[in-house]
C-alpha cells in the first residue's frame, strides 16, 4: 500500500487518493488545434520508471497532489501541489533500479 | 500426568494444576492448559493426525510450529467448524472438538488410500494431464474424482458467526518475531525511547531457544526470555503482540498482520472479534522470523513418528511430551546433537545419534560423554512401521545397507532454511549461502534488515548481538536519537560445524519433499524430465511449495534436488518468489466489518422516515436509499407506479430529491467558470434565475446535467444528478486547481445540508401556498418559471425553485436537513386537501420518459449533446470543456444514433431496456442493429409503453415508421412505432399550471 | 399547524443507549453553527486575519466563540463554540471582500469519543496517527473513518475526538461506532451547546 505525502495534509495512505492519471500533460489553449486536444485527452505515455502523476486527496483536503512515483518500485520521490513544478529525479530508485 | 508420553518434568508452556478436555475424531482425551492440540495428542501417544493430499497416506505432525505441513485438522464443528488448521498451533481449550481431514470412512482405514496404488497418474503435473483428456469428461468424470481424492478439508457451509475487525497502527521501528533476536531488537531500539511493535507468531515468546540447554545473560533462557517480556511491557513505548503473525509485507514499508484474539477459546467471549487484521506503518522493520528447519529426504520419511528435530526438542522443552520412548536422531548439522542432549537431560531413550558428516565434529564428543551412541557418515535409508514408526533402515553414503534399529520416533535434521518469505515479498531475490545451506536475505529494498536465524545467524550468541544491533541501526535509520544504548544481551559461543548437503538419501521408494502437496524427489525428477527447468515452473507442475504451508520446509529441498536434476549449482536455478499471505488467512478477517449491514455505508436523507411512514419500498442509488415505490395495500409494483404517475399530472405529488448533489458556488468569476464547464452560456443568467446546464468531458461526450441557479452576482447554485455528484466535485476540483487556478472561484458541496422535495402537477402551487402561506409569494410574477427566491420559513432559510422535471407545474423546495421533515409535513398536511400524493423513483422516471427528458440511462457516457437532441445548446460564443473533441468527424456524424422516441405497437407484451431496434426481426444481429432501448415504461399519459432509444438516423429517416425491439435474453422482438421523445405536452403549456 | 422542530439525523437523541460499559464514552453533540468560508483568491491572509483564523495544516483555532478548522488551502470549517442563529450571518458580514461563506449548519453532525479508550476504539476505523506525540490538543484533520469521511478534532490533550459526519452516513456511522465499541463497552449522552 503506499503512503503519498499530501503537501497540506501530510503523509496519508492510497485509499485516501484518487489516481488520475498522467500529470505531465498541459491542455491547450482553446484555440489550439483538434490535434493537440487530441494528444491532450487520449495519448498517453507508459513509462516504466519514474512519473508525474495526479492522485486527488479526495479523502481529505480534496486538492489535486502532483506525485513523482517510480512506476516499477512505486517509490515516491516528490510531490507537490497541483501547480508545482517537479522535475523527475536523475537518480535510481531505492533498491538499484 | 495426562498420557503415556507424558514427562514427569518439565513443560515451560505447559500449566499442569489445569487439565482441559477435548476430543479428536470422537475419542476423548485430556491435555493441560498451554498445550496445543499436537502436544496433547502425541501425549497420549497419537501420532496419526491426518491423511495426506494425494495418496492418502497417514501422517502425523512433522513441526511443532506454524510451517506444519501434515497435522492438518479441522477444529469445530456446525457454523465455527474451520478446515486446514494445523494441530501444531491450535491452541488447547476445555471442549475442542477437533477432527481430522481427508479420510474416509475412518483415519484408520481410508479406501482412498488405494491412490497409493494408482499414484503412477498421481505423480507431477497430475492436474494438467488429467485436464488434457477429452473435455467432455471433466465435469462428469474427473473433476469428481479429483475432488474426492485430492482435496484439503471442508468449509462451514452457513454464514461465519463470528466477527472479525481491522486496525490500524504507526510505529518507529517493527519487531517481527519474539525469539532471542526479536527480544534483543526490540529491547535495544526501545531503550532509545522509540515506539516498538513486536509481534509473535505464538503465544508465547522465546522462538527456538532450548529451555533446557540454552542460558542467555547467566540465567536459563526461558528465564531471561521471561524477564525480557516482563520489561518490555513494562515500557509505555512498546506494544507487545502474541498470537499476531505478519502475513505481509507491502509498499512503502505498510505491513499486514493477523491477530488471533480468540482462537484459543471455543466461543468468542461477548462482543470480542475473533480475529483483528492491523495494518502496519513501520518507518523501520526488523526481521526477526527465525529459520525452518528441513527434513531428510529418505523412503517413508512421511511415516508419523518422523519428526524434525527441532520438533522433538520442542515438544519435551515447552510441553513435557516426548514423541516417542525410544528415539533416532538423523541429522546433518549439529542440530541433532542439540536434541539429543535435551531429550538425554528429559530421561527419553536415545537409541541413536547417526551423522551423515564425517570427520571430527566437537559437538558428538559431548554427547557421547554422556553415554548416547553417535555413528558418523550414517543416513537414514527407510522407516518402517504400519501407521506408525517402528524401526529405521540405516545406510551408508553409497547406500549400503548398515542396520535396522527399532525406535518409535526418528527425528531428523536435514539443515535449516532462514525464514526469507516477508524479505521475498519486498522483492528481494534471496541469496544461496552455500556454507549455511540456505537461502539468505540479500540488500534490502525497503526499511527493513534481518536478524539471527532469519538472516543465517544459527548460534545463539550470534542472534543476540545481532538483534540487538539491528535495533539500534533500525532507531538510527529512522532518524531518532538513539541516546545511550543499552549492552547486548550474552550467550556463551558454541562451535558449530557446518551442515552437510544431503538432498536425497539413496533410495527408490517415496520419499517427501513437499509433505502438504504430496510431492516426491520422483516428481521433481519427473518434472525435470519433462522440460519444466525453470523453477517457476516446475513449482506449478509440482505444485511444490503452493498448498497452505508456502512449502516452508520443502522449497529449499525441491530447488536442490531441481538444481542436481539439472546439474547445476543451486543459485542458478534460484528460488520462487513468495507473496502474501504468508499464512492462510480467513476471508473473514480481511473482510473485517465490511459485511452484512456495514458491506458499505448507506446514505439517508433527512426524510427517510417520512417515507418509510407512507409505506416507502427503497432503492440503492449509489450510496443512498431512496423512496422507489409507495405501494398500497394489496398494490403491485407496476400497479403503484401507473397510480403514483398518473396523480401527479391529475392533483399533485411529492417527491424526495434530496440525493441531488448541490455545489455552492462563489467567487468574481464563478460565471466564468460555469461558462467553462457548461456548453451553454451562464453569464447572462439574472440572480433569481435558474437555467439547465450540460457538461461534456474533455473527449467531447456528455458528462452530466442539472439545474444551476444564480442566488447573487457571485453566487451560484449548482445541481447535479444524484449519481454523478461526487465525480462532477471532482471534475470542477480539477478545473479550478489545475486548469485555471487565474479564476476567482470557490466552492464546495452543500448536498447534506439542504433537504430537498419537488412539488409537481396542477395543484402544486395551491399546496405550496398553503404550506408557506404567509412566508411566501407564490404567484407567478413573484416566481416565474425558472424562477428561483430565498425566503424565510420557521425562522431558517429555505429556498424554491421553479423547475420541472415532469412537464407539470412544479417547483424544488430545499430547507437546511434539520428542518426537513417539518417541511415535508407542512407540505403534507396543506396537500390533503388537494389531492397529494407521495412519488417514488419510478414514477418520477415514468414523467421525464413522457416528456422525453434525458437521464441516467441516456448519460451513457457513449452520447454527444447532439445525439439527445441537445445539440443547439452548445454555444460557439466561448470555449468549454469538450468543445474540440465535440467537433471531431465521427462525434458530428450525421450517421449517428439519435434520440427517439418508441411506441409499443402491441396490446399484449411490454417494452424492455436494452432491446436491439432491427427493421427484420427474423435477421436481427450486430450488424443489422439500428440503435438500443434506454429507458422504457407504461405511460398513463399515452395509454401504451413507450421508451427512449438511440436509433442510428434517428427521427428524421424513421418517424412513424415500424422497428422490432429485439430481446434476445427474453425471446422477444415487440413491433414499435418511432416517434418523437417528447409524448407528451410537447409545447409545454402545463408548466403553467 | 406544521412541525418545525428540529429533527437530529440520528433522530430522537434521548433514545441512543450505550451498554453501561465505561472504556468508551460517545457524546452526541448539537445546536452549534457551522460554515465553510472561504478566501477570495489573494485575500487568504487578510481574511485569516480578519476572523482570526489560523492557517497552519492540521491545526485548529480556537476562540471563546468559534473553532476553525483548516481544511485546504484557503478554506476552513468554522463551528459555534454555543447556539447563535446569526454566527453564519456574522462570519458572511465580517468576510465581505475577503471571502466567502456557505452554511453548513446542518451538514454534518459532532460524535464527541472520549474515555480510556478512545484512542483504541479511533485505531478501529481511522488511518491516521493518533499517538499522543504527534496528536494533541487542536490537532484536526479530514479523513475517512471506517469507510465514512470524517472531520476530525482532538478537543484536549488526552485522547478526546470530536468527529464532523455527514448528516446522510449520520446513522451507518453511529452502526460502526457503536458496534465496535462494544468491546470496550460505552455509554452515550448528548451535549447541546
Ligand atoms: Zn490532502
Known amino acids: 500500500m503506499h503512503r503519498i505525502d499530501c503537501p497540506w495534509c501530510g503523509e496519508r495512505d492510497e485509499v485516501e487518493f484518487q489516481y488520475q492519471g498522467d500529470a505531465t500533460k498541459v491542455r491547450p489553449k482553446p484555440d489550439a488545434s483538434e490535434d493537440a486536444f487530441f494528444d491532450y485527452t487520449y495519448q498517453r505515455d507508459n513509462p516504466k520508471g519514474w512519473h508525474t502523476e495526479w492522485w486527488h486527496h479526495v479523502g481529505g483536503c480534496r486538492q489535486w497532489v502532483k506525485v513523482v512515483r517510480n512506476t516499477l518500485t512505486h517509490e515516491v520521490h516528490k510531490t507537490g501541489g497541483p501547480q508545482s513544478k517537479l522535475p523527475l529525479p536523475r537518480r535510481k530508485a531505492e533498491g538499484g533500479l | 500426568m495426562t498420557g503415556i508420553n507424558r514427562l514427569s518434568m518439565g513443560g515451560t508452556r505447559i500449566n499442569?494444576?489445569?487439565?482441559?478436555?477435548?476430543?479428536?475424531?470422537?475419542?476423548?482425551?485430556?491435555?493441560?492448559?498451554g498445550d496445543t492440540l499436537a502436544s496433547a495428542l502425541l501425549a497420549h501417544g497419537v501420532t496419526l493426525m491426518g491423511r495426506s493430499f494425494k495418496y492418502h497416506r497417514p501422517r502425523g505432525c512433522l513441526t511443532a510450529g506454524s510451517e506444519e505441513p501434515n497435522a492438518i485438522v479441522e477444529l469445530r464443528i456446525g457454523v465455527r467448524r474451520e478446515p486446514n488448521t494445523r494441530a501444531t498451533i491450535a491452541e488447547l481449550y476445555d471442549g475442542l472438538e477437533a477432527s481430522s481431514q481427508n479420510r474416509w470412512p475412518s483415519l484408520k482405514f481410508d479406501v482412498q488410500s488405494v491412490n497409493q496404488l494408482l499414484s503412477p497418474w498421481l505423480t507431477a503435473g497430475f492436474y494438467y494431464k488429467t485436464f488434457m483428456w477429452p473435455a467432455k469428461f471433466w465435469e462428469p468424470i474427473y473433476e469428481k474424482i479429483i475432488r474426492r481424492s485430492a482435496g484439503l478439508g471442508r468449509a462451514a457451509v452457513e454464514a461465519d458467526p463470528d466477527t472479525y475487525e481491522h486496525s490500524h497502527a504507526h510505529c518507529d521501528v517493527l519487531v517481527v518475531g519474539a525469539g532471542p533476536a526479536g527480544l534483543a531488537a526490540a529491547l535495544s531500539a526501545a531503550h532509545t525511547g522509540a515506539r516498538v511493535m513486536l509481534m509473535e507468531e505464538q503465544a508465547a515468546a522465546g522462538g527456538m531457544v532450548s529451555t533446557l540447554l540454552d542460558e542467555i545473560d547467566g540465567m536459563p533462557a526461558s528465564e531471561w526470555v521471561d524477564s525480557a517480556m516482563a520489561e518490555l511491557a513494562a515500557m509505555s513505548n512498546v506494544t507487545i503482540m502474541t498470537r499476531t503473525t505478519v502475513f505481509g509485507y507491502y509498499d512503502h514499508n505498510v505491513l499486514a498482520a493477523l491477530e488471533r484474539v480468540n482462537d484459543h477459546v471455543s466461543t468468542p467471549q461477548e462482543n470480542q472479534p475473533r480475529q483483528r487484521m492491523w495494518t502496519i506503518r513501520a518507518k523501520e522493520v526488523v526481521l526477526a522470523c527465525g529459520s525452518h528447519e528441513r527434513a531428510l529426504t529418505f523412503d517413508n520419511n512421511d511415516m508419523p513418528g518422523v519428526m524434525l528435530s527441532c520438533a522433538v526438542r520442542a515438544f519435551v522443552e515447552r510441553f513435557g511430551v516426548t514423541p516417542g520412548k525410544r528415539v533416532v536422531i538423523c541429522t546433518n548439522n549439529d542440530d541433532g546433537y542439540k536434541t539429543a542432549l535435551a531429550l538425554n537431560m528429559a530421561g527419553v531413550d536415545v537409541a541413536l545419534v547417526a551423522d551423515a558428516r564425517i570427520g571430527s565434529i566437537p559437538a558428538a564428543n559431548e554427547v557421547r560423554a554422556k553415554g548416547i551412541r553417535v555413528e558418523t557418515g550414517m543416513l537414514p535409508q527407510k522407516a518402517h512401521?504400519?501407521?506408525?514408526?517402528?524401526?529405521?533402515?540405516?545406510?551408508?553414503?553409497?547406500?549400503?545397507?548398515?542396520?535396522?534399529?527399532?525406535?518409535?520416533?526418528?527425528?531428523?535434521?536435514?539443515?535449516?532454511?532462514?525464514?526469507?518469505?516477508?524479505?521475498?515479498?519486498?522483492?528481494?531475490?534471496?541469496?544461496?549461502?552455500?556454507?549455511?545451506?540456505?537461502?539468505?536475505?540479500?540488500?534490502?529494498?525497503?526499511?527493513?534488515?534481518?536478524?539471527?536465524?532469519?538472516?543465517?545467524?544459527?548460534?545463539?550468541?550470534?542472534?543476540?548481538?545481532?538483534?540487538?544491533?539491528?535495533?539500534?541501526?533500525?532507531?538510527?535509520?529512522?532518524?531518532?536519537k538513539s541516546g545511550k544504548a543499552s549492552a547486548a544481551p550474552k550467550a556463551s559461543r558454541v562451535e558449530m560445524t557446518p551442515p552437510l548437503a544431503v538432498w536425497r538419501c539413496p533410495g527408490n521408494g517415496k520419499a517427501f519433499v513437499d509433505f502438504q502437496n504430496d510431492v516426491t524427489a520422483k516428481d521433481i525428477h519427473l518434472a525435470h524430465q519433462e522440460g519444466?527447468?525453470?523453477?517457476?515452473?516446475?513449482?506449478?507442475?509440482?505444485?511444490?511449495?503452493?498448498?497452505?504451508?508456502?512449502?516452508?520446509?520443502?522449497?529449499v529441498t525441491g530447488i536442490a534436488l531441481l538444481a542436481t536434476a539439472r546439474g547445476e549449482a543451486i543459485p542458478d536455478v534460484g528460488t520462487t518468489r513468495f507473496r502474501p499471505p504468508y499464512s492462510p488467512v480467513a476471508i473473514g478477517a480481511f473482510a473485517g466489518h465490511e459485511r452484512g449491514m456495514e458491506f458499505q455505508p448507506v446514505r439517508r436523507t433527512a426524510i427517510h422516515e417520512c417515507g418509510e411512514k407512507l409505506g416507502a419500498v427503497f432503492v440503492e442509488t449509489g450510496q443512498w436509499l431512496r423512496p422507489q415505490y409507495y405501494p398500497k395495500p394489496g398494490e403491485g409494483v407496476m400497479e403503484a407506479i401507473y397510480r403514483e404517475s398518473k396523480q401527479v399530472r391529475e392533483t399533485a405529488g411529492i417527491c424526495d430529491v434530496s440525493t441531488l448533489g448541490k455545489i455552492e458556488i462563489f467567487g468574481e468569476d464563478a460565471g466564468e467558470f460555469l461558462n467553462r464547464l457548461y456548453i451553454n452560456g451562464w453569464k447572462m443568467l439574472a440572480p433569481g434565475k435558474a437555467r439547465y446546464g450540460l457538461m461534456l468531458r474533455e473527449d467531447g461526450y456528455v458528462f452530466d446535467d442539472g439545474t444551476t441557479s444564480r442566488l447573487a452576482d457571485d453566487h451560484y447554485f449548482m445541481t447535479t444528478t444524484t449519481a454523478n455528484a461526487a465525480r462532477v466535485l471532482a471534475h470542477m476540483e480539477h478545473a479550478s486547481q489545475v486548469l485555471w487556478p487565474d479564476l476567482d472561484v470557490q466552492f464546495c458541496s452543500a448536498t447534506e445540508q439542504w433537504c430537498g422535495v419537488a412539488v409537481a402537477g396542477p395543484n402544486a402551487r395551491k399546496i405550496l401556498q398553503a404550506a408557506f402561506y404567509d412566508d411566501l409569494d407564490m404567484s407567478d410574477e413573484a416566481l416565474p418559471f425558472m424562477g428561483v427566491r430565498t425566503f424565510t420559513w420557521g425562522g431558517t432559510t429555505a429556498r424554491i425553485f421553479r423547475i420541472s422535471f415532469s412537464g407539470e407545474l412544479a417547483f424544488e423546495v430545499n430547507v437546511p436537513w434539520s428542518m426537513g421533515e417539518g417541511m415535508w409535513n407542512a407540505i403534507w398536511e396543506a396537500g390533503q386537501d388537494h389531492g397529494l400524493i407521495p412519488y417514488g423513483t419510478e414514477a418520477l422516471s415514468v414523467l421525464r420518459i413522457e416528456k422525453?427528458?434525458?437521464?441516467?440511462?441516456?448519460?451513457?457516457?457513449?452520447?454527444?449533446?447532439?445525439?439527445?437532441?441537445?445539440?443547439?445548446?452548445?454555444?460557439?460564443?466561448?470555449?468549454?470543456?469538450?468543445?474540440?473533441?465535440?467537433?471531431?468527424?465521427?462525434?458530428?456524424?450525421?450517421?449517428?444514433?439519435?434520440?427517439?422516441?418508441?411506441?409499443?405497437?402491441?396490446?399484449?407484451?411490454?417494452?424492455?431496456?436494452?432491446?436491439?431496434?432491427?427493421?427484420?426481426?427474423?435477421?436481427?444481429?450486430?450488424?443489422?442493429?439500428?440503435?438500443?432501448?434506454?429507458?422504457?415504461?407504461?405511460?398513463?399519459?399515452?395509454?401504451?409503453?413507450?421508451?427512449?432509444?438511440?436509433?442510428?438516423?434517428?427521427?428524421?429517416?424513421?418517424?412513424?415508421?415500424?422497428?422490432y425491439a429485439v430481446n434476445p435474453l427474453y425471446d422477444e422482438a415487440p413491433a414499435v412505432e418511432v416517434c418523437s421523445a417528447h409524448f407528451f405536452d410537447p409545447k409545454g403549456e402545463r408548466l403553467n399550471g | 399547524m406544521a412541525d418545525f422542530a428540529a429533527i437530529h439525523p440520528l433522530g430522537d437523541l434521548d433514545q441512543l443507549q450505550g451498554d453501561g460499559g465505561e472504556g468508551i464514552s460517545l457524546t452526541v453533540v448539537h445546536g452549534f453553527q457551522?460554515?465553510?468560508?472561504?478566501?477570495?483568491?489573494?485575500?487568504?491572509?487578510?481574511?485569516?486575519?480578519?476572523?482570526?483564523?489560523?492557517?497552519?495544516?492540521?491545526?485548529?483555532?480556537?476562540?471563546?466563540?468559534?473553532?476553525?478548522?483548516?481544511?485546504s488551502p484557503g478554506q476552513w470549517m468554522v463551528f459555534s463554540k454555543k447556539q447563535d442563529g446569526a454566527f453564519v450571518s456574522m462570519l458572511a458580514k465580517k468576510s465581505n471582500g475577503l471571502g466567502h461563506?456557505?452554511?453548513?449548519?446542518?451538514?454534518?453532525?459532532?460524535?464527541?469519543?472520549?474515555?480510556?479508550?478512545?484512542?483504541?476504539?479511533?485505531?478501529?476505523?481511522?488511518?491516521?496517527?493518533?499517538?499522543?506525540?504527534?496528536?494533541?490538543?487542536?490537532?484536526?484533520?479530514?479523513?475517512?473513518?471506517?469507510?465514512?469521511?470524517?472531520?476530525?478534532?482532538?478537543?484536549?490533550?488526552?485522547?478526546v475526538y470530536d468527529l464532523y459526519v455527514y448528516s446522510g452516513f449520520a446513522r451507518s456511522f453511529w452502526h460502526w461506532i457503536t458496534h465496535t465499541a462494544e468491546q470496550f463497552g460505552y455509554r452515550v449522552n448528548s451535549l447541546r451547546l
Open chain 2, 16 to 33: 499442569r494444576s489445569k487439565q482441559i478436555n477435548f476430543t479428536f475424531d470422537g475419542k476423548s482425551y485430556s491435555g493441560f492448559e
Open chain 2, 385 to 480: 512401521g504400519a501407521h506408525t514408526t517402528s524401526a529405521l533402515s540405516l545406510q551408508r553414503a553409497d547406500g549400503s545397507f548398515v542396520e535396522k534399529i527399532d525406535c518409535d520416533c526418528i527425528a531428523v535434521s536435514g539443515g535449516y532454511s532462514p525464514d526469507v518469505h516477508l524479505v521475498s515479498q519486498t522483492g528481494v531475490a534471496p541469496l544461496w549461502d552455500d556454507e549455511l545451506l540456505g537461502f539468505v536475505p540479500d540488500i534490502p529494498k525497503r526499511r527493513e534488515r534481518s536478524a539471527g536465524a532469519g538472516k543465517g545467524s544459527f548460534n545463539l550468541s550470534a542472534c543476540l548481538t545481532d538483534g540487538h544491533d539491528a535495533g539500534l541501526d533500525a532507531v538510527k535509520a529512522a532518524g531518532l
Open chain 3, 101 to 159: 461563506v456557505s452554511e453548513q449548519s446542518d451538514s454534518r453532525i459532532c460524535v464527541r469519543v472520549s474515555g480510556p479508550q478512545a484512542r483504541e476504539l479511533m485505531s478501529r476505523g481511522c488511518r491516521l496517527d493518533l499517538h499522543k506525540s504527534k496528536a494533541g490538543k487542536g490537532f484536526c484533520a479530514q479523513t475517512p473513518t471506517a469507510q465514512v469521511g470524517v472531520l476530525l478534532h482532538q478537543v484536549d490533550d488526552a485522547a
Open chain 3, 34 to 71: 457551522s460554515a465553510q468560508v472561504f478566501a477570495v483568491s489573494g485575500k487568504e491572509s487578510a481574511l485569516a486575519n480578519k476572523l482570526k483564523l489560523g492557517t497552519t495544516p492540521g491545526v485548529a483555532t480556537d476562540s471563546r466563540t468559534m473553532t476553525a478548522l483548516p481544511v
Open chain 2, 532 to 555: 519444466f527447468k525453470s523453477v517457476e515452473h516446475a513449482k506449478r507442475y509440482t505444485t511444490l511449495g503452493m498448498a497452505t504451508d508456502q512449502g516452508k520446509t520443502s522449497n
Open chain 2, 852 to 963: 422525453g427528458h434525458v437521464a441516467g440511462n441516456e448519460l451513457d457516457g457513449r452520447t454527444t449533446a447532439a445525439d439527445m437532441g441537445l445539440g443547439k445548446m452548445m454555444s460557439y460564443k466561448k470555449p468549454f470543456i469538450g468543445q474540440k473533441m465535440a467537433a471531431r468527424e465521427g462525434m458530428v456524424d450525421a450517421g449517428r444514433a439519435t434520440l427517439v422516441g418508441l411506441k409499443l405497437k402491441e396490446t399484449e407484451g411490454r417494452l424492455r431496456g436494452g432491446a436491439h431496434l432491427v427493421v427484420d426481426k427474423d435477421n436481427a444481429n450486430a450488424e443489422t442493429s439500428l440503435g438500443w432501448v434506454t429507458s422504457v415504461c407504461y405511460s398513463p399519459a399515452v395509454g401504451c409503453w413507450i421508451g427512449l432509444a438511440y436509433l442510428k438516423g434517428g427521427l428524421g429517416k424513421f418517424e412513424g415508421q415500424t422497428l
